[in-house]
């Protein structure tokens, strides 16, 4: 990641003494480029200019109207200078859709909502967002290999494989936490699970202390080794995680804020702060599902913003640097995870209509096995999309979320069926589809 140029600074008066007029400003905060989008000095300095603006008085004209409607948080840099943000119209457009789309959206909720695909989606999620988030951080392993040991219910193997169980089982703590105020000690426990034996014990739940090694993290440039960032110094910590915890609670005199920009605000903070040895972008973004669960968006939990975000981790560490360049402006940040939001929803709708097509299609097939039960079903469309892939009474118990009993009835029915053969493998039964399968369907 490249150090981004930071923006010039220039007071009203130097705006007015220039000879800016009323014509010039108009133009230069209503041309396409500048109106359509919130850009920062560092990709403006590149564009061409309104007719006979320079840059700099472009950008001047631009922070000047900018300035107009702006909320200050309590969330405040080192040297004591507020975080604080507007809401542009294209942030105002995506709040709106995100907010019908993630609380009331009845085309998602009739599908995702019925009892018969619910837990099977939720659980794909959750799985989803183990895997990327861990991976954003530095696991190192196949999607194929870590959503097989967490359907199968196997230990891990190895550090990275620990990172996504951690994960997923914060994932679905925090499923368990929507009416319960966020404090330090929710926050410590969050970290406590995602960093179970990854950090030693004695770190863990933790912030981080002024007399170790871990007080001296930053961010670094790795071209340059340059510093991006530097987080506050330990000795604020317990202070600041109590003012985000009053603001995560709306405790604060900051006003009404929408719940979505809340809880972005709160994503950037922790991972601001950097309270921890490790783990804070995971804890981060496990405070942002609290909070979008906690503003009643139930159906965030069926969505992935680290799936978007692993496709372009830079502009993910892009929109910090950004905010934090341009005189602590959160805006950039907020933006940026609105559109990670959106682009979520849009792999979710995708996802749903998929499903559909493809249960539509299968059942086509399985006419003649109608008294299958809606999980055996979705097992046989897995499995003739997955020749060769084994099923054990674990792995049916945690893709579905029932229990050992009712796993092991689904498959052994299935076995009488024809549908799945039976091998033995150490103590433990594993099933694998019939290779002629489609056939066997075919023929009722």
Known sequence: MKVIKSPPKMELSEILAKGLSLPEFVQAVSSPLAHGKYLHWDKLRFHQPPTNLSHEMWWAALKLARGTGRRTLAL?????????????????????????????????????????????????????????????????TTRKVAEQMLRSGRKPRDQSEQMIVNNYLAMRRINELEDIDLSPELVFELHSILTENTLPDADRGRVRRPDEAGDDIAVYDNVTNEVLHKPPPAQELPHRMKLMCQFANGHTKSGFIHPIVRAIALHFWLAYDHPFVDGNGRTARAVFYWAMKRGGFWLCEYISISSIISKGPSKYLRAYLEAETDDNDLTYFLIYHLRVLD??????????????????????????????????????????????????????????????????????????????????????????????????????
């Open 343 to 444: 682009q979520a929803v849009r792999a979710l709708e995708q996802f749903i209509e998929a499903k559909r097509q493809e249960v539509q299609r299968v059942n086509q097939k399985l006419k003649g096995a109608a008294s299958l039960n809606h999980r055996q079903r979705e097992l046989i469309i897995h499995a003739v999309r997955h020749p060769g892939q084994e099923y054990t009474f674990a792995s049916h118990r945690n893709s579905h979320g029932v229990t050992y009993q009712t796993a092991r009835s689904d498959l052994l029915n299935l076995e009488d069926r024809g549908l799945l053969r039976r091998i033995v493998r150490g103590k433990e039964f594993v099933f694998l589809a019939p290779p002629d399968l489609e056939d066997r369907l075919a023929e009722g």
């Open 76 to 140: 405040a840099d080192t040297a004591g200078k507020g975080f604080s943000f507007i809401v542009p119209d294209i942030a105002e457009e995506l709040l709106h859709m995100l907010s019908l789309a993630l609380g009331s959206n009845l085309r998602l909720e009739e599908r995702v909502a019925n009892k018969e695909t619910r837990d099977k989606y939720l659980i794909s999620s959750l799985i989803e967002e183990a895997i990327t988030s861990s991976q954003l951080e530095g696991a190192a």
